[in-house]
């Protein structure tokens, strides 16, 4: 009988000491990762990125900083335009994340890009929009001049472009060059002088109509999230009027990187490119099914 309790007891014994080395192996992998994460050298990554990406990019820095706590990413969001002026200026940045080519191809040309990086990652959609419940007399772009204010981007601002080149393919508008070369002014007078609030960029497009200041405005699709109850999409414009609104990002030539730097913007680029990403993009209201 004896025996017995002792077996019982040194079982006992046994398996708490078992349970007891799990808990002090996991206690040590745990600690092994978080003094990983603490060895890596801290850096920080400038990012450009166009006024549009601004909600979905701060969601997927969230994510990324979950694995790279070391990792600061700090955005610049604006137009596109602006920011290729500025990176062609000297301002340092490590990653372009363009609303359009036409600035990508520039910064291309300007020998900024790094080799093999430029990859199409985005579509969107134009949309023209007003308040909920507005009582406006617009549908869409083809009785765009029945608004009493429009809210639109300018030339050199990818959703202005592409307003006025779906101007164009409709007939209102006329040129004989690049449609971003046809002025604020030109666009009102062939709307029969509708008064227009001309926009630095996207955001401010719908921040006009979004508080009212101006009836309608043109943006983008994926800048209606989380205005579904705030704005009324009147016409979703087909690419067939304004082509197609290709999202390309790209890494950027930085001599003032260290390597450190370097190689956190290369894998922040990797992330922007990886399907997880792309479950986010799709969620922000972003097309993600393009050629790369």
Same mark, same amino acid.
């Given at each position: 009988m004896l025996k017995r309790i002792a077996s019982v007891l040194l079982a006992g014994v046994m398996a708490v000491s078992l349970a007891a080395c799990g808990e002090n192996k996991k206690t040590e992998e745990k600690a092994d990762d978080n003094s990983k994460n603490s060895s890596k050298k801290e850096t920080e990554i400038q990012v450009f990125i166009a006024a549009s990406l601004n909600t979905v990019m701060?969601?997927?820095?969230?994510?990324?900083?979950?694995?790279?706590?070391?990792?600061?990413?700090?955005f610049n969001a604006d137009s596109s335009g602006t920011l290729l002026t500025q990176i062609e200026e000297g301002y340092e940045c490590d990653l372009f994340f363009s609303a359009a080519q036409k600035q990508m191809d520039q910064l291309e $040309?300007? =020998?900024? /890009?790094?080799?093999?990086?430029?990859? +199409? *990652?985005?579509?969107?959609?134009?949309?023209?929009v007003s308040l909920k419940d507005s009582g406006?007399?617009?549908?869409?772009?083809?009785?765009?001049?029945?608004?009493?204010?429009?809210?639109?981007?300018?030339?050199?601002?990818?959703?202005?472009?592409?307003?006025?080149?779906?101007?164009?393919?409709?007939?209102?508008?006329?040129?004989?060059?690049?449609?971003?070369?046809?002025?604020?002014?030109?666009?009102?007078? $062939?709307? =029969?002088? /509708?008064?227009?609030?001309?926009?630095? +960029? *996207?955001?401010?497009?719908?921040?006009?109509v979004a508080e009212g200041s101006c009836e309608v405005g043109t943006t983008y699709y994926s800048d209606t999230y989380g205005y579904e109850e705030k704005l009324d999409i009147l016409q979703t414009v087909s690419y067939d009027l304004t082509g197609?609104?290709?999202?390309?990002?790209?890494?950027?030539?930085?001599?003032?990187?260290?390597?450190?730097?370097?190689?956190?913007?290369?894998?922040?680029?990797?992330?922007?490119?990886?399907?997880?990403?792309?479950?986010?993009?799709?969620?922000?209201?972003?097309?993600?099914?393009?050629?790369?």
């Open positions: 701060t969601e997927l820095a969230k994510e990324y900083n979950e694995d790279h706590p070391e990792v600061k990413i700090t $040309a300007d =020998g900024l /890009v790094v080799d093999g990086t430029r990859a +199409n *990652v985005l579509n969107n959609q134009v949309v023209v406006t007399k617009v549908t869409g772009l083809e009785n765009l001049k029945d608004a009493k204010s429009i809210a639109l981007a300018g030339g050199s601002v990818p959703v202005g472009k592409y307003t006025r080149q779906a101007l164009v393919n409709l007939g209102t508008l006329k040129t004989d060059g690049e449609v971003d070369a046809i002025t604020t002014a030109q666009v009102s007078q $062939a709307l =029969g002088g /509708v008064e227009i609030s001309e926009e630095d +960029n *996207v955001s401010k497009v719908l921040t006009a197609d609104v290709i999202y390309p990002i790209c890494q950027v030539q930085n001599d003032e990187a260290d390597k450190t730097q370097t190689a956190a913007a290369k894998d922040f680029y990797k992330f922007v490119l990886s399907d997880k990403a792309k479950k986010v993009f799709d969620a922000y209201y972003f097309d993600t099914d393009v050629e790369r």
